[in-house]
């Protein structure tokens, strides 16, 4: 019995509205903070795919944990900063592992 299917579907990477909508149903579950602009975050994410944005709003989650405070049992909304940090931090580890990051800079109007 096989447990995969044989055949392989190469699919795009998605544009702009589906990073921004990616994002969003991503962090549906999460308390996120009125800052966060999932427009310029897809903008940023040029290149990205479904799983990156998946792990980038992941690290965002995480990234948030380290500002809480002993005495502290809620975690704060996740912030725009939480998601730039992450992004860099991505932005790094791709330029590291020798794949393509956008080096145009992207139009945030």
Not at 4 to 30: C, H, K, N, W, Y
Not at 42 to 62: I, M, N, P, Q, Y
Request: glycine share 4%; charged share 35%.
């Amino acid at each position: 019995i096989l447990r995969r299917m044989p055949a392989t579907f190469r699919l795009g990477l998605p544009d702009r509205s589906q990073r921004r909508e990616i994002l969003t149903v991503v962090m549906r579950m999460e308390k996120v903070a009125p800052c966060v602009d999932m427009l310029r975050l897809a903008k940023l994410t040029e290149g990205f795919s479904g799983s990156d944005l998946r792990e980038l709003c992941r690290a965002a989650a995480v990234h948030r944990v380290r500002d809480l405070k002993e005495d502290e049992e809620e975690l704060r909304p996740i912030s725009m900063e939480d998601m730039l940090v992450s992004l860099g931090k991505m932005r790094e580890s791709r330029v590291d592992c020798g794949m393509p990051v956008s080096s145009t800079q992207p139009d945030l109007d």
